[in-house]
């Protein structure tokens, strides 16, 4: 058993998409800009050329939170959504009824409709291919050009993850919404 | 802090570099069905890794120059997944989207898959499909729609040289460059003349080498007219990026647009396209003027340094003198003086690695080497390096020479400086002087046909009206490939070659701060009829070796005393064309690297060898790899020498003065930067998803930016009514192109901007098809004068909303 999360050493990140690539490749993801379970979320540049502001253009690696208390999970009629015992938000394609529920409460519009099972589909930290296999690395994380992801066990206190966020400032995106994430920003 | 991140805002804010925009909120293609040129064409399908059996092989990426290493997942003899190889110093550990992406060129549904020859008009992509030997017999002996090399070399009485042989980057060109040299004609031409030429060269006849920077252990980044974070070269990318950056080295990007890089920087500074070499030159100044250069190194290394000296400060290149010519203001480029002196010799200005932008790009190179070098920072840790690299046995090859083989087609300049068309000539030529002397029919003798590997001049070089002309020209035009690219509409005989996963290619050195070999194994077996270059060649010249030496017996004066006096067996041997490709590739990797014990054994099953690698290479952390302890590293190999012969810092080339060349980078009032009122200037550039059109069909990819959209300022868009995804037409005096419209502050109001690579007009190709705008469409045919590079950011365009 073990808590996995994920630390993201965001400002990294040069938004090259070898992450969502990789994802797809290993999870079998739908085609579709709309149909991916990891994405860099910028915005549009603030000021005129050429005085513009670097830091409005930062790029946010994301992907789904695995909230520890997830809404997602809270409203799911049919528990399709589930917590594995290792932490993971994950959702069974049996009994989804594509309510969309839970894309509606999950804060972080993490999710998104599979088209060929017909289920809510998003991130689940490769919990069905690599780490099904015994790997200890998501597809996202080992692929980075700049190593932005340390995946990990953060009931280990000798993992790599909790080290880490012992020893490093970091923020979970809109924690004041109580969901807990296990995805944590490295400043 | 809070950051706000949803998918939503993604999808409409993200337009940036990956322009996923508006279209993008529909699924562009389902897994199941393509939505291309190819009405009801079932092909595309993504798999998810399995739990099951499975085995790796250890190869390398193909889908850029980087040759990143990769492990490929092979399932049920199906390649499900490539993932990086850990054990490469150069790769480190990474593969990118388009490496990530490489499955879909292996099963891409347009794949050329059978040996064809035209059966329609030239150009209008009608083929039949043959078998192999038909192949070669066409090639040998012609249809009735073209003719073949018998044919030709009879009438040109053997001059070999009327074949030209092109090719494209990549690690089997050295086997087709041999049939190239077997074969005997002076006419080679490759990517170098519209990609790194100028920048090679430059720093090439100043330091000796074009050398890599150590931008791990760099304080101070100036990356000019370089795009790291999308034109990904590793292991800078990785290294920039990731460790240096964090580490607190300062990166100034210049750069006339707002890039990915730009956006990782500690300072972006917008640069009027075309003038970097004025600021270099007022750098340089500051450093001069202020007594900031290291004196020691000079004093060691320098040839010229008082002459460049007075000339930069006779000139008076100050700040002040730079700031209208480069749009950057004194101030800044005093205190980046200042501060890359501070930092030296750990300071890197960065040599990057792109094609001629500007038609002074040799001079820019050159200033840029010249003031790196005055700082110290050559051969040196957190500098420009040389690194050690591994040697390989060479194998034999054959250059057999033929009497009546005519030297390469250029033409030498009446006043004695140079040629015609540039300078100097280099080993790959210049295409675009090449192939505008062709169509103007201003060569020395006829060149009739060619053989083109793996490369694309429909697409790949500025003007491709006249590359059409060319090529409808050209009497047999023999291409290699693994895709219908819009040069292959154009050719007479189609061969398939396999995609890199599908061949075993010869064995290369990496050499650098970390030097290792590296081998691309092949994955699966070649799909359809394709088979690797290799064994293509060795086929082909089976086919045609004797008949051509029968062609040469009879107007090589040579062969004739030859066969009379050792017999025809003995003098064949040395024009038998099949001798460079007797081997196997896997028996000739064998041999390139028999003198490091083990090393053909690690190679062929992970893929990297050096010397101690198994005492050396230590995973550190999960993303952390040491390949070699810190005292190994080769940082410094010559304890700062430079390689030129003379082992000097050349500021001053009197040979250069003679052939109508400035010696020592200097200004030129003609290399300031206007545009005339209602144009814009048209920048073209690189992409971390794409790379060129080799990409263009990828699926992968295309989900990810489904097409290329022009920046266009968002002031200038908003006068002139352009909106986001409007198409909009894109015109110059050569040509024109469509695409849609992205109004951004990212680009000057006086610049357009678009990626290279897209609108291809194949129709063969199904997600590739006049989707998006062709940059080479409008770009003029301007060249740089010393090697006669494509010069790609010297045209004007006018814009307009259709
Ligand atoms: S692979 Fe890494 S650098 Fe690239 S977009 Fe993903 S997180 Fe960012
Ligand atoms: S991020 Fe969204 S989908 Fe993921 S666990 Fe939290 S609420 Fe559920
Ligand atoms: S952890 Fe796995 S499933 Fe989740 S985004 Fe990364 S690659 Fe995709
Ligand atoms: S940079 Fe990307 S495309 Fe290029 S070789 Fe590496 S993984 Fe392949």
């Known amino acids: 058993m073990a808590r996995y999360g994920m630390a993201l050493d965001y400002k990294s990140c040069i938004n090259c998409k070898a992450c969502e690539v990789a994802c797809k490749e290993e999870n079998g993801i739908l085609m579709g800009a709309d149909k991916h379970r990891i994405w860099v979320g910028n915005g549009e540049i603030e000021g005129q050329y050429p005085l513009l502001d670097i830091t409005s253009n930062a790029f946010y690696p994301s992907q789904c939170q695995h909230c520890d208390e997830a809404p997602c999970e809270e409203v799911c009629p049919t528990h399709a959504t589930y917590y594995t015992e290792d932490g993971i938000v994950r959702v069974d394609p049996e009994k989804c009824i594509l309510c969309s529920y839970c894309m509606n409460a999950c804060p972080y519009d993490a999710r998104y409709v599979d088209d060929r099972t017909v289920t809510v589909d998003k991130c689940t930290f490769c919990a069905d291919t690599r780490l099904a296999r015994g790997e200890t690395t998501t597809a996202c994380q080992n692929t980075c050009p700049t190593k932005v992801r340390i995946f990990g066990d953060l009931d280990d206190p000798n993992s790599e993850i909790s080290e880490v966020l012992r020893t490093r400032e970091h923020f979970s995106l809109k924690a004041n919404l109580g969901t807990k994430p296990k995805l944590f920003y490295l400043t | ?802």
Request: one cysteine or more; a neutral charge.
């Open chain 2, 1 to 802: 802090m809070e950051v706000e991140i949803s998918r939503r805002k993604f999808l409409q804010g993200t337009v940036a570099m990956s322009v996923v925009g508006a279209t993008a909120a529909t699924s562009l293609l389902s897994n199941e069905h393509g939505g291309g040129a190819k009405p009801g064409v079932v092909s595309f399908h993504n798999t998810k890794t399995g739990t099951g059996k499975s085995h790796d092989v250890a190869t390398l990426c193909e889908m850029c120059v980087n040759k990143c290493a990769a492990l490929a997942r092979v399932e049920n003899g199906v390649v499900t997944k490539l993932n990086p190889n850990p054990l490469f110093p150069k790769s480190k550990n990474m593969l990118c989207a388009r490496g990530n992406a490489g499955i879909q060129a292996l099963y891409d549904p347009d794949r050329l898959k059978y040996p064809m020859i035209r059966i329609g008009e030239k150009g209008e992509g009608k083929f039949k499909r043959v078998t192999w030997d038909e192949a070669y017999e066409a090639i040998l002996n012609g249809t009735d729609k073209f003719p073949g090399l018998s044919k030709i070399m009879d009438e040109e009485q053997d001059n070999r040289s009327t074949m030209l042989f092109c090719a494209g980057e990549g690690m089997a060109e050295h086997t087709f460059k041999q049939f190239y040299q077997a074969f005997g004609s002076a006419n080679w031409l490759n990517h170098a003349s519209i990609c790194l030429q100028t920048v090679t060269s430059g720093y090439g006849v100043t330091l000796g080498s074009y050398p890599q920077a150590d931008l791990d252990n760099a304080e101070y980044v100036i990356m000019a007219g370089a795009n790291r974070a999308e034109a990904i070269v590793t292991p800078d990318t990785m290294d920039i990026f990731k460790r240096t950056k964090r580490r607190g080295a300062k990166l100034i990007c210049v750069d006339p647009r707002f890039t990915n890089t730009a956006a990782k920087s500690d300072k972006w500074l917008a640069i009027k396209p075309g003038t970097d070499l004025a600021f270099v030159l007022a750098l340089t100044y500051v450093t001069l003027n202020e007594n900031l250069q290291d004196n020691d190194y000079i004093k060691k290394y320098f040839n010229g340094y008082e002459e460049y000296k007075k000339s930069v400060l006779d000139n008076k290149y100050t700040p002040e003198w730079a700031e209208p010519i480069t749009g950057i203001k004194a101030e800044d480029i005093y205190t980046i003086a200042r501060e890359f002196a501070a930092a030296a010799p750990k300071a890197v200005y960065y040599p990057g690695r792109r094609s001629t932008f500007a038609k002074n790009d040799f001079q820019l190179r050159r200033a840029m080497a010249i003031f790196q070098a005055l700082h110290g920072g050559i051969d040196t840790e957190g500098g420009l390096i040389f690194g050690s690299k591994l040697a390989l046995q060479p194998h034999e090859g054959l250059q057999p020479l033929y009497e009546k083989a005519q030297a390469r087609a250029v033409v030498k300049s009446t006043d004695g400086k140079g040629y015609d068309d540039c300078a100097v000539i280099s080993g790959g030529g210049s295409w675009i002087a090449w192939r505008n002397r062709f169509l103007e029919g201003k060569m020395p003798y006829k060149v009739r046909g060619m053989f083109c590997y793996k490369h694309n001049p429909m697409m790949n070089m500025p003007n491709s009206a006249k590359t059409a002309e060319m090529l409808k020209k050209m009497e047999l035009v023999v291409t290699i490939d693994t895709m219908p690219s819009d040069t292959v509409m154009y050719a007479d005989v189609v061969l398939p070659e396999c995609t890199y996963l599908e061949r075993t290619d010869p064995v290369k050195t990496f050499g650098g701060v970390e030097p290792s070999i590296a081998v691309r194994n092949k994955v699966i077996d070649p799909m359809f009829e394709t088979k690797p270059v290799m064994e293509i060649m060795k086929g082909l010249t089976t086919k045609i070796s004797k008949p051509l030496f029968e062609i040469s017996k009879k107007y090589d004066e040579e062969i004739q005393d030859a066969i009379e006096e050792d017999g025809e067996e003995e003098t064949y041997a040395e024009f038998d064309l099949t001798l460079p490709f007797r081997h196997t590739q896997e028996e000739l990797n064998h041999h390139a690297v028999a003198k490091y014990e083990g090393a053909a054994e690690q190679l062929h099953h992970h893929g990297i060898f050096y010397p101690k690698q198994d005492e050396y290479y230590k995973q550190l952390a999960i993303n952390k790899f040491q390949y070699y302890p810190e005292k190994k590293k080769y940082y410094s190999t010559r304890g700062g020498k430079p390689k030129t012969p003379s082992g000097k810092v050349e500021c001053n080339l009197a040979s250069f003065a003679s052939k109508g060349i400035d010696p020592m980078p200097v200004w030129r009032d003609e290399y300031a930067f206007s545009v005339p009122s209602g144009k814009f200037r048209l920048l073209t550039g690189r992409h971390a998803q794409f790379t060129q059109s080799g990409t263009s069909n990828n699926a992968m990819l295309r989900d990810l930016m489904p097409e290329n959209f022009i920046w266009i300022n968002k002031r200038v868009a908003d006068k002139k009514g352009i909106k986001f995804a409007d198409t909009v037409e894109v015109s110059s005096s050569v040509g024109k192109t469509q695409l849609k419209a992205y109004p951004t502050e990212k680009i000057a109001p006086d610049q357009v901007f678009f990626i290279h690579g897209f609108g291809e007009e194949s129709e063969e190709l199904t997600w590739a098809y006049k989707n998006g705008g062709n940059d080479n469409k409008v770009i003029e045919d301007n060249i740089e004068p010393v090697y006669g590079a494509a010069a790609m950011h010297e045209t004007n365009v006018e814009i307009r909303k259709v």
